[in-house]
């Protein structure tokens, strides 16, 4: 039996997941939609990785999650390495691209920056109040032009004459959008437009201040946006490489920092046959009444999260488990 | 019968509790406090407020408000200036109106500082302290054992600052106004964050004045805000000692927003991130940012610690 890792990234949209080796190289990949049920989607992502892999061959040691539910998915997983994305997509991204100077990184709600010198990130930024130019944007943009997100790219490339859409804000870059489209400008100079429009957006508000040098990885969902990369070129002047795995790199990243972690403990892909339920519930216990979440495995207490103080999670875990109880006792 | 002034625990409150404790007690009149920052009193303080002002105001009409009722009086200053050639931010000005047109039924104590034309805060305080105590020369007394006793725990907090900084580990300067920074709901979730995860804490309080401003001068001539120099003076006297820095703005502040621009240009060379906090904040996203700021930071301690060795 050799020794495997498994990573798993639940992002806000979707959900990847990688196997990989003692040398880091992927065994088994996954990548699906989030659909607003983090838990469902992990227990997908796992059936498809353990298809890929040969289960009397390799044995999971150690889990790492990352993404905006890794507290959910780490504890669902009983992960031994629960880490930001920011620091899983540098590492993943130096794994494969070690000369790497400059990370872009646009995903469903959130945008990226992070700067490496010398295969040690040195600066990061991330969007901060407003989504605007994320691909949660170009998605709906797409369903109010009735053109799929991923013929978006097509779209763009034929156009010669890229029109000039308000990138600044979601609200003003779709009334602009609608006007542009009734004086009489083409499909596809207004899908360029838009393309350009979420560049200039991430490189003036995330990229702002920030010294872009080649060679610049792009990742994310919206870096298969063939569209997107082309406005990225001619706004740097520097070529844009895409991974073919780039929307893996959180994943891989933090299978990675798992490996490393030496800490190990046997995985079994079972846990999806294990039911997890969340429950959410305000403290009240004082003014700040803090959501308190709580995960139940087969019905009792496994983690919890979200309350300032501790008097808020016994509160909410004795209701939690009280009415739990009584459920279990009327069935 | 004894008179009671309540402070509420906002804006300036968290630069002068020294002062104006220790003065009111000098003239034997309780001060009552109000709660720590949660969300009932930021719920009511939005619901006060206008839109478009700032976290920060929204909370101080909130704590006016839990002050109702508990306190014959509600002490808040009017600050215009604080000296020639400057201006403190809009707030400070219209605090005081802004209280007492928006918080129904109290009784507000004002007093107002502005230097620019003449009006200095110790006569100005002392006139509010003879709405208790008839004897002049009593209530003089009172201001001027107050002053000192601020002058002596700012000072004090500067040393401790010191001794921080001394310390071997990582060190962090979260740059970011008083009422920001030791607000219960905005900087404390983040300086106690900090702390869990063995970083320490250098707040941008910065008390010695004269040297604030010196400062702050190599930053910009031209920023007019009085509390923004202090934090550009502690910019400047800490940033080559520090580890990293963290910018902690609250949306949407005007000053802040262009003294971040200006100050993140400047401090090339040290990992820094800036961090907005609004009304609907969520934890997630700044604990996020928090940790791989710390991730950040030890990759390139670790990076140095070789190239040392080499």
Redesign the interface.
């Known amino acids: 039996m050799s020794k495997a890792y498994l990573g798993v990234d639940v992002g806000s949209i979707s959900t990847k997941g990688v196997v990989i080796d003692a040398d880091g190289e992927v065994l088994a990949r996954s990548y699906l939609w989030t659909e607003g049920n983090p838990v469902r989607a992990v227990k997908r992502v796992l059936a498809e990785l353990e298809a890929q892999v040969d289960g009397d061959a390799v044995e999971v040691v150690s889990v790492g999650t990352t993404g ?1 539910a890794r507290e959910l998915t780490g504890a669902v997983l009983g992960a031994q390495v629960v ?5 899983a997509h540098a590492v993943g991204t130096l794994s494969r691209h070690p000369d790497v100077r400059t990370i872009f990184e646009i995903g469903g709600q959130d945008s990226k920056i992070i700067i490496v010198r ?1 295969g ?7 969007n ?2 407003c989504a605007a130019g994320t691909g949660s944007f170009l998605s709906s943009q797409a369903r109010r032009l009735d053109v799929p997100v991923e013929e978006f790219g097509e779209h763009a490339l034929r156009s010669k004459r890229p029109t000039k859409i308000a990138g600044r804000c979601t609200v003003f870059a779709e009334s602009d959008l609608v006007h542009k489209a009734q004086i009489g400008h083409k499909l596809d100079d207004i899908i360029a437009g838009l393309c350009a429009a979420i560049v200039g957006n991430y490189l003036n508000n995330v990229g702002k ?1 920030k010294e872009v040098l080649g060679p610049i990885v792009f990742q994310g969902g919206v870096s298969k946006n063939v569209g997107v990369v082309r406005a990225f070129e001619k706004a740097t002047g520097h070529e844009i490489q895409v991974d073919d795995d780039g929307h893996l790199m959180g994943a891989l990243g933090v299978a990675l920092v798992a490996r490393d972690s030496g800490l190990e403990t046997p995985f079994s892909f079972g846990v999806r046959d294990v039911t997890f339920e969340t429950v959410g519930e305000e403290c009240s216990g ?4 803090c959501e308190v979440v709580i995960v139940l495995r087969e019905g009792a207490y496994l983690d919890g999260w979200g309350n300032r103080c501790p008097r808020g999670m016994e509160r909410v875990r004795e209701r939690v488990c009280a009415q739990e109880g009584s459920l279990a006792g009327a069935e | 019968m004894h008179a009671t002034v309540g402070l509420p625990r906002s804006l300036l409150f968290h630069k002068y509790h020294v002062l104006w404790e220790t003065f009111f007690g000098a003239l034997d009149v309780e001060t009552v406090t109000s ?1 720590q920052s ?4 930021l719920a009511r303080g939005i619901e006060l407020a206008v839109d478009e002002t700032c976290v920060p105001v929204k909370l101080f009409l909130g704590h006016v408000d839990a002050l109702r009722d508990k306190a014959d009086y509600i002490l808040v200053p009017r600050i215009v200036t604080l000296a020639k050639d400057e201006t403190a931010c809009v707030k400070f000005l219209g605090a005081y109106d802004v209280a007492r047109n928006s918080v129904p039924g109290i009784r507000l104590l004002e007093y107002n500082v502005d230097v620019k034309n003449g009006i200095r805060q110790r006569p100005e305080l002392c006139r509010v302290g003879e709405t208790f105590e008839p004897n002049r020369r009593k209530v003089r007394r009172a201001y001027d054992h107050a002053a000192s006793e601020h002058l002596r725990y700012t000072a004090r907090l500067d040393e401790q600052q010191e001794e921080v900084l001394a310390r071997p580990g990582m060190k962090v300067l979260v740059v970011g106004h008083a009422y920001n920074l030791y607000d219960e709901m905005l900087g404390k979730p983040i300086v106690d964050f900090l702390g869990k995860n063995g970083v320490e804490v250098v707040s941008s309080e910065f008390h010695d004045t004269a040297k604030a401003r010196t400062l702050a001068k190599l930053v910009s001539k031209d920023i007019p805000w009085t509390y923004n120099k202090e934090l550009l003076g502690a910019l400047e006297s800490y940033r080559e000692r520090v580890d990293g820095i963290i910018f902690l703005v609250t ?1 949407p502040c005007g000053p802040d927003s262009l003294m971040t ?1 200006l100050c ?2 400047r401090v090339k060379g040290t ?4 961090l ?1 906090l ?1 009304e609907l904040q969520s934890e ?1 996203g700044l ?3 928090l ?3 710390i ?2 930071i030890e ?2 301690k ?2 140095a610690a070789v190239d040392g060795a080499r």
């Open positions: 905006s880490k930001n994305e920011i620091t010398d040690v990130p040195v600066d990061y930024a991330m901060t109040l201040g004082c003014p700040n009444d | 709660p949660n969300r009932a009193i949306f621009e993140m240009r990992p820094s991130i800036m907005v609004d997630a604990r996020t940012r940790e791989s700021f991730d950040l990759a390139g670790r990076r």
